[in-house]
C-alpha cells in the first residue's frame, strides 16, 4: 500500500539528533541595559549583537548561540541571564551584520 503524505505533515527519522557535535560551548552572562527587548538569532555572529547587550565580546568573536537553527533568545530590558555560545563552523567567514568583521575570523 502506498502512504500519501498529508499536507503540513512531519516525518521525524528515528533516534535522537544531537546538535552542533564535536563544537565545544562557552557559557557567558549576558545583560541587556538597554530599554527594550533584544532578540538574537540561532546564526548571529554573537560579537555583533546590540550594543545594549553587555558581555565580554572579545570572548563572543567568532562564536553563535547553542541553539538549534531558526530560533533565538530574547533579552528582556534589565534582564541578565547566561548563555552557551560555539564557534562558527565552515570558512569561518563573518560578512554583515554589523560590518565589524567583514572577512576570516
Do not use: C, W
Not at 499536507?7 to 546538535?19: C, F
Not at 533568545?73 to 555560545?85: A, C, H, W
Amino acid at each position: 500500500m502506498i502512504r500519501h503524505m498529508i499536507p503540513g505533515e512531519i516525518l521525524v527519522a528515528p533516534g535522537d539528533i544531537t546538535l552542533n557535535p564535536g563544537r565545544a560551548p562557552i557559557a557567558l552572562m549576558i545583560a541587556n541595559s538597554g530599554d527594550r527587548p533584544v532578540q538574537v538569532g540561532s546564526h548571529y555572529h554573537f560579537a555583533e549583537t546590540n550594543p545594549a547587550l553587555v558581555f565580554d565580546r572579545a570572548a563572543a568573536r567568532g562564536m553563535r548561540l547553542a541553539i538549534p537553527a531558526g530560533t533565538a533568545i530574547r533579552f528582556e530590558p534589565g534582564q541578565s541571564r547566561e548563555v552557551n555560545l560555539i564557534p562558527f563552523a565552515g570558512d569561518r567567514v563573518v560578512q554583515g551584520f554589523r560590518k565589524q568583521v567583514m572577512g576570516e575570523l
